[in-house]
């Protein structure tokens, strides 16, 4: 059973608990570790970034959690910072690296916003080719270590958010640019992030990645991370049994933790 959890949000950016909500539920679920990793703060308009000037409350707060609570839980302050983000002014725990929005004709367009955001984003400035949008996604993915020194990789394929909901059927063009990305980040040797928390939203039935691009990481000889990216204390978990089948299922025997701000793996 996976006890811990490194993908948590809360209302420092867009989640809806207050950490130490999130610390008491994660206690009560027997967590041993959790990690916080608040969106950085944005120097392009987002609906989900932190406020500049909530990051040091932020930090501030995760850090009295972390005194208080020391001998219940390990609590770990990061940041989900994005490469259209400042650099974070302050130091943290861990860094997840990943890409919210893709850069088109000057214009950001946000990955998963919502199913109508997409689709209006992809008609009006991809002529409707799905395909065209997640190359130039995977392609800004491909940067992503390089730009925010990740430790961890964070959904690498969320630019699929909306596929079922949009009923999209991806082909090879598509696999071909996500495979490219997973060549081109394999070199760092970080763990890939399975990632539940568009399937505690109702938005996907299965984790990030999907199966073919999960066995591609494992086949190109990647780890993984196992996250909710949970936006609300009752999603801590969402998902995990599901995401450690899936792993078991590609031939991962282990998944990452963070202890003593250094990546660890752990047997399943
Ligand atoms: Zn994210
Ligand atoms: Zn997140």
Do not use: W
């Not at 974070?88 to 890409?99: K, L, Q, R």
């Not at 992503?144 to 964070?154: L, S």
């Not at 969402?238 to 963070?258: D, P, Q, R, S, T």
Request: net charge negative.
């Amino acid at each position: 059973m996976i006890t811990t959890n490194f993908h948590t949000h809360t209302v420092f950016c867009d989640g809806k608990s207050t950490p130490e909500e999130m610390v008491l539920a994660a206690i009560e679920k027997n967590f041993t570790d959790l990690g916080f990793s608040s969106h950085s703060v944005m120097y392009i308009k987002s609906s989900f970034a932190m406020k500049a000037e909530n990051e040091k409350p932020y930090i501030e707060e995760i850090l009295r959690l972390k005194e208080k609570y020391k001998n219940e839980i390990n609590v770990l302050c990061g940041i989900e910072l994005d490469i259209f983000s400042h650099k974070p002014e302050f130091s943290y725990d861990y860094t997840i690296g990943a890409v919210h929005y893709v850069l088109k004709d000057g214009m950001y367009l946000a990955v998963d916003k919502s199913a109508e955001d997409t689709k209006a984003s992809v008609d009006k400035y991809y002529g409707g080719d799905y395909d065209a949008f997640a190359e130039d996604y995977f392609e800004l993915v491909s940067n992503i270590v390089e730009q925010t020194n990740a430790d961890i990789i964070g959904h690498i394929d969320l630019v699929s958010k909306f596929d079922e909901v949009l009923k999209i059927e991806r082909g090879e063009r598509y696999y071909k640019a996500s495979e490219k990305c997973v060549e081109n980040l394999i070199k760092y040797n970080i763990p890939f992030e399975i990632n539940t928390g568009a399937m505690s939203r109702g938005y996907r039935t299965t984790p990030y990645p999907d199966e073919r691009i999960l066995k591609m990481i494992k086949d190109y000889g990647g780890k993984i991370a196992i996250s909710a990216d949970c936006h609300s204390k009752e999603g801590l978990d969402f998902g995990f049994e599901e995401a450690e089948n899936l792993a078991k299922k590609c031939g991962f025997k282990e998944y990452a933790i963070i202890k003593n701000n250094k990546i660890e793996y752990i047997n399943f």
